[in-house]
């Protein structure tokens, strides 16, 4: 099974993985691993459990993504920020009403952020 998982993960990289999401065909994935005599949604679990990516299952093909750390994302991004955009990315967050942060709070734990 690591061995087909290795393969699985050469082909989403051969296609642009991680920097995009990448997707293939449902039903092969889940022909292929049963002709060599395991389950792919076990293949899945180990990609998700081993290598941090994630698959979402159609039924006409699997959308796979690389699961993503937000918060440190969002903690290099605003390292990166110069000292203005950073203050006026705080003003705005100041100036909001009790609504908007309320939304903007929701949004992030709707993220895994909070």
Do not use: Y
Request: hydrophobic share 40%.
């Amino acid at each position: 099974m690591k061995e087909f998982a290795k393969k699985v993960i050469s082909n989403l990289e051969a296609n642009g993985f991680p920097m995009k999401k990448v997707s293939l065909p449902t039903e092969k994935m889940f022909e292929i691993a049963d002709e060599k005599g395991f389950s792919f949604n076990a293949v899945l679990d180990h990609l998700k459990a081993n290598h941090q990516i994630n698959a979402e299952i159609g039924s006409e093909k699997i959308v796979f993504s690389k699961e993503v750390d937000m918060l440190k994302q969002a903690q290099e991004m605003m390292a990166n920020m110069d000292p203005h955009e950073l203050k006026r990315m705080q003003d705005m967050i100041m100036n909001m009403s009790p609504e908007q942060k309320e939304e903007l709070m929701k949004k992030g734990k709707d993220m895994g952020l909070i």
